[in-house]
């Protein structure tokens, strides 16, 4: 908890922010002013140039994302190209995977990031928030060019505010899921967007 990466550069590679654990979540982390690009990872673990894993107790939360120029993020199978991915629904440059979809409601979940200010461009798309959680996930002042699509929204409570799209053939291509017999899991399921 209480980390602050700032000023990187980083090809080939990613911040990934861990989990909780039994007795622990992972709270206040900030990714800022950094340059992060180049990264070839296999689709199906659900790569992102900044991935907010899921903890198996609890989720981490107060999550920032802020100033960072986040790019070009491959699959190793198509190495460079982050066009007509096959598998694009699993890449973005910023991901998560919320625990309480594996784990359970209770134990604390993936929430409260915020996503501002950054400059994100040739990935599959931007965002991949692949579970319900209860968010919220601020997306706010960001500049989206030359990127597959906005994304898929698992998350709830997301509010975009103020930013630039351009040259993104998709948007919001999946929001919500197919629902959960949890009705507590259904609520956090990409509502109020």
């Known amino acids: 908890a209480f980390w602050v990466v700032q000023g990187f550069e980083i090809a080939g590679g990613n911040v990934n922010i861990g ?58 199978e198509q190495p460079g190209e982050w066009r007509s991915v096959p598998d694009m629904q699993h890449f973005g440059a910023v991901t998560s995977l919320s625990r309480e979809n594996y784990f359970g409601y209770d134990g604390g979940g993936t929430g409260a990031i915020r996503i501002e200010g950054n400059t994100i461009y040739h990935c599959p798309q931007a965002f991949f928030f692949k579970n319900p959680m209860r968010g919220p996930v601020d997306i706010l002042g960001n500049v989206f060019h030359d990127t597959g699509a906005l994304g898929i929204m698992g998350a709830a409570n997301v509010p975009m505010r103020g930013n630039l799209v351009h040259g993104v053939s998709g948007g919001w291509w999946a929001v919500g899921n197919e629902g959960y017999e949890d009705e507590r899991l259904h609520a956090i399921a990409g509502q109020n967007a």
């Not at 979540?25 to 690009?37: A, E, K």
């Not at 199906?44 to 994302?65: E, H, M, S």
Request: net charge negative; with cysteine; aromatic share 6%.
């Open 19 to 76: 989990g909780g654990t039994d007795t622990e979540q992972t709270p206040d982390l900030t990714v800022r002013g950094c340059n992060i690009h180049d990264l070839t990872l296999d689709g199906g673990d659900n790569p992102g140039l900044v991935r907010i894993d899921r903890g198996d107790t609890g989720g981490p939360y107060n999550i920032a994302v802020l100033d960072n120029e986040l790019h070009d993020i491959y699959d190793w």
